[in-house]
């Protein structure tokens, strides 16, 4: 993943006068985004959280196996955000994944009831900020159709779906296995 972004860096950089205002903007997120990845595997990961307390069994997997899927998602999202400026929902999606991001990190210390913050939290809180200064300036200088939200919403979603079952297909999770776990910890942590 960072290969790639250096990729795209340098390729920015070399062309910064001619990209437009949305290509800066979703580079700015790209940026934070790798940043946030290795600040999360410094601190353990946030998948490992979700991997313990959802009973999930990753001691067979090779390492950096489920993280694979994550790194073709990311990649895939920001290379087309990137290639296709002019198709705005693909770099709304970005955006929404940087908040997103920052919710996540932000919900998992409560859910898990850390003393601390998330791995990651930081740079996520950091992300998310970035993502709501970039649609602001966006909004700002862009006049685009609202219905680019939804089509932002739907490919974001849509993506992390997919993302999600390969994951889980590569951990043997079945649907059910995963349903059993996910209601065992609610039951659990929230009571009835």
């Not at 800066?24 to 940043?35: F, P, Q, R």
């Not at 290795?38 to 489920?66: C, I, M, N, S």
């Not at 739907?154 to 349903?179: D, R």
């Amino acid at each position: 993943m960072t290969l790639v972004f250096v990729g795209w860096a340098v390729w920015a950089a070399c062309n910064w006068a001619e990209l437009a205002l949305v290509q800066k903007l979703v580079m700015g997120m790209y940026a934070w985004l790798i940043v946030h990845e290795y600040e999360e595997g410094y601190k353990g990961r946030f998948f490992a959280l979700f991997a313990q307390v959802f009973h999930f069994d990753v001691a067979a997997l090779l390492p950096g196996l489920t993280h694979i899927a994550q790194a073709v998602y990311i990649t895939a999202m920001f290379s087309l955000a990137l290639i296709f400026p002019d198709v705005l929902w693909l770099s709304l999606a970005t955006f929404i994944l940087g908040i997103f991001e920052g919710f996540v990190h932000n919900m998992g210390i409560f859910i898990f009831r850390l003393r601390g913050v998330s791995p990651g939290w930081y740079t996520a809180v950091l992300m998310a900020a970035y993502a709501i200064w970039a649609l602001v300036v966006l909004n700002r200088n862009i006049d685009y159709a609202g219905i680019q939200w939804l089509w932002a919403a739907l490919y974001f979603v849509a993506g992390f779906a997919c993302l999600e079952v390969s994951v889980q297909k590569a951990l043997g999770n079945t649907l059910e296995h995963i349903k059993t776990s996910v209601m065992a910890f609610a039951k659990q942590r929230f009571g009835k």
